[in-house]
């Protein structure tokens, strides 16, 4: 069985703040731009409860940023409503802008997905998207924000 699409190349998992991330802060710099929701989901990997999210029934167009150092990471042109009460797109905005990562808490093996620029924890991306790429990136509201299409 091909778990999640599985690729070998996923890194092994590190810290949000890992040396390999371009865009860094310190601890107490992220809690001074962050409220207390966005940093316990960005920096620490929670997880929004469905269907409390600012975006999970938005459907305005524009972009979607990442919230910790505003890298457009989806376009509303790909989002579609999952059921799941977490806002979802069937693909990122270009490649290379998201980071996947294993991820086997839970006692489930899933691929976690971040910003590539600056580690904030986004979500998960699952195998089971709609068509064409079959993918279905399940992002917590509280780690983006929005830029509408001017
Ligand atoms: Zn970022």
């Known amino acids: 069985m091909n778990l999640f699409g599985m690729k070998t190349s996923h890194p092994e998992p590190h810290p949000q703040d890992d040396p390999r991330y371009p865009v860094r802060k310190s601890d107490a710099e992220w ?3 962050l409220d207390a929701m966005q940093y ?3 920096r620490r990997a929670a997880t ?3 269907f409390t999210g600012r975006f999970w029934d938005h459907w305005s167009e524009g972009a979607y940023r990442c919230i910790g150092c505003g890298q457009a990471l989806f376009e509303s042109e790909a989002k579609f409503d999952a059921g799941c ?4 797109w069937w693909k990122e905005l270009e490649p290379g ?4 990562l294993v991820d ?6 899933r691929v976690e997905v971040r910003c590539a620029q600056c580690g904030t924890h986004l979500g998960h991306v699952f195998d089971d998207g709609p068509e064409p790429s ?3 990136f ?3 509201s509280a780690a983006i924000d929005f830029s509408p299409k001017t």
């Open 31 to 33: 809690r001074a731009q």
């Open 40 to 42: 316990q989901v960005a």
């Open 48 to 50: 929004e409860r469905p």
């Open 85 to 88: 009460g977490w806002p979802s």
């Open 97 to 100: 802008r998201i980071e996947r």
């Open 104 to 109: 086997d808490s839970l006692g489930m093996r």
């Open 134 to 136: 079959g993918e279905r």
């Open 138 to 140: 399940c992002i917590n």
